[in-house]
């Protein structure tokens, strides 16, 4: 297939509303397996962190996959991914510009493709995973807030959106429509041979492209341990403004303990009453 027989989706943003990373997702995310090759080659790009800027800085958008493909011009694209999902519009308005590609794009999933990381992955001419890999399809995901009639509305704008899926998903696999669906109210993980026999991946990735060990373990694992504990702190109904803070607090704190130990230490403890609390959901 090309990746001129796939769908375009279409991409529209709601103000005060933010598609979140899934919880199951993050905790079956690896953020140390990437590509075994020490440098990334020129014409590759990878998607190894959650989709979409966060406060941080941290995230893969759609203006960094632009530049990139910018970069490569009109040749042959490597796009190897490891990614929870995370920001569904971005990752849409990512999946049209991989599937404007006019060269071949081959998709390596590494570690895992969840979500949004999920709908980029099928914008490949050829998709690999690995034997360890996953592919996980669910209905788009929001955290949001309002009365029944501020949440109903939500849910009828989010319907069009699950329904792209829907047919991205069945034009790559050739499933039909309703089974995909019924795959998305369910939340579906797809190891590398099931993904593989149902279509949603070509081939497996050679063991020898892929390493494990830890990059970087100092940057690496705190982007990781942010983004879940912002995920958790959301599912509490703390408002984005204070996760914001408490988590720039906690970020802060492990590079300047000593300037301001009596704040950390006061966060932490705040932090740690609110994720105690998550046992009682």
């Known amino acids: 297939m090309t990746i001129r027989d796939l769908p375009a989706a279409r ?41 979409g800027a966060d406060w941080f800085g941290d995230g893969v958008t759609a203006k960094r996959v632009s530049g990139a493909l910018r970069t490569i011009g009109k040749k042959d694209v ?5 990614s929870p999902g995370g920001d569904y519009f971005e990752g849409l308005a990512i999946y049209n510009m991989l599937r404007d590609h006019p060269a071949k794009v081959t998709v390596k999933i590494l570690g895992i493709a969840a979500s949004a990381a999920s709908v980029i992955a099928m914008a490949g001419d050829e998709i690999q995973i690995a034997r360890a890999g996953f592919v ?20 009828d704008w989010l319907e069009p959106f699950d329904a792209a899926a829907t047919d991205i998903y ?33 081939a497996l990735v050679p063991v020898d492209e892929i390493d494990t060990k830890a990059q970087n373990t100092s940057q690496r ?22 996760r914001r803070e408490l988590i720039q607090a906690v970020k802060g704190g492990t590079r300047d303990a000593t300037a301001s130990g009596m704040h950390d230490a006061a966060v932490m403890s705040e932090v740690s009453d609110l994720l105690e609390s998550l046992k009682n959901i």
């Open 78 to 82: 490597v796009v190897t991914i490891n």
């Open 11 to 51: 991409v529209t943003v709601r103000p005060g509303l933010r598609s979140e990373l899934q919880p199951s997702a993050l905790d079956r995310w690896n953020a140390d397996v990437h590509a075994a090759t020490k440098e990334e080659p020129a014409d590759t790009i990878s998607i190894l962190e959650p989709i």
């Open 136 to 155: 996980m399809i669910h209905n788009t995901w929001v955290v949001a807030g309002g009365d029944r009639n501020a949440l109903r509305d939500v849910a």
């Open 170 to 202: 069945a034009a790559r696999t050739g499933i039909d429509p309703k089974e995909i669906a019924k795959m998305l109210d369910k939340e579906t993980w797809l190891g590398g041979s099931d993904a593989i026999a149902k279509g949603f991946v070509d």
């Open 221 to 242: 694992r705190p982007e990781a341990a942010a983004h879940k504990l912002d995920t958790l702190l959301a599912r509490l109904n703390v408002p984005r403004s204070e």
